[in-house]
């Protein structure tokens, strides 16, 4: 087992205190950045324990200190960024995340699903928690039709940012490294590449995260392309709006760092 200190912003313990205790007189002032703590920042001892595979010690349920960021395409409310967990920081998703390496998933407990700028999305997660997390604000998964239609822009454009293919443009194929990381490449935070944007200004629809969408006739998908270089999805097409991967329900369980999810209404 592992010992982490994990810090969180004024605003998420706030957050986190205001559920615990039902101090209904909480106030719902804008959250801080949270790439950096501040001198008030609640410190929260989580232990990464190898047999459950999260973090124990830390009990949900866990609350967004904002509102989440969204875009309206097409008549639909999407994320602006990918989903986010209430305890994301700028240098993990959730405490005891790993990228690489042996996965972990987000601590145990209702969780509701952010989206924040400058935080590392929401991986490890499985369909029925990711969908779980946008039904607790409200939202629920994207389509797979909405997911291409905001990917591609009113324009229909091929991949999220155009017509042609940039290799540079998204997190994709072992793209980022996070230089206090050792080197190793991961997810980046959101909205870290200027350039992975919409052409209505929904950020990282191609590269970070794979992400869940609805299940349809009995079949999971998953939408975007991730971060990680797969052997048999290395084509430029494959980090096109039209790309997807097919499982079947009985995979609900199935999570993977290169995978996470984002809302729509």
């Not at 939408?223 to 990680?228: D, E, I, K, N, S």
């Amino acid at each position: 087992m592992v010992m982490w200190v994990w810090l969180i912003d004024a605003h998420a313990a706030l957050a986190l205190l205001c559920l615990t205790f039902s101090l209904l007189s909480c106030g719902e002032d804008s959250a801080a950045p949270l790439d950096a703590a501040p001198p008030d920042a609640a410190l929260i001892e989580a232990t990464c324990d190898e047999v459950s595979r999260r973090a124990e010690g830390l009990s949900g349920p866990f609350t967004c200190a904002t509102a989440p960021e969204f875009v309206t395409v097409g008549g639909v409310d999407i994320f602006k960024y990918e989903a986010s967990h209430p305890l994301a920081r700028a240098n993990a998703a959730f405490p005891c995340a790993r990228s690489n390496g042996p996965t972990f998933q987000a601590p145990e407990g209702p969780a509701e699903a952010c989206a924040v700028a400058g935080v590392r999305p929401w991986h490890s997660v499985t369909y029925g928690d990711a969908a779980a997390a946008c039904a607790a604000i409200g939202w629920r998964l994207c389509s797979g039709a909405e997911f291409s239609r905001a990917c591609a822009g009113a324009a229909g454009a091929r991949f999220t940012y155009g017509q042609g293919f940039d290799a540079a443009a998204c997190n994709i194929r072992n793209g980022y490294a996070d230089p206090g990381d050792e080197g190793l490449t991961s997810e980046a935070p959101a909205g870290a590449y200027a350039g992975c944007v919409s052409d209505e200004g929904v950020y990282d629809l191609g590269g970070n995260l794979w992400e869940w969408v609805q299940a349809e006739g009995g079949q999971l998908y998953r939408r975007g392309a991730g971060w990680r270089l797969i052997a048999e999805l290395h084509h430029d097409d494959d980090h096109a709006c039209a790309a997807q991967i097919q499982a079947p329900e009985i995979l609900a369980t199935y999570a993977a760092s290169d995978v996470g999810f984002r809302c729509c209404r």
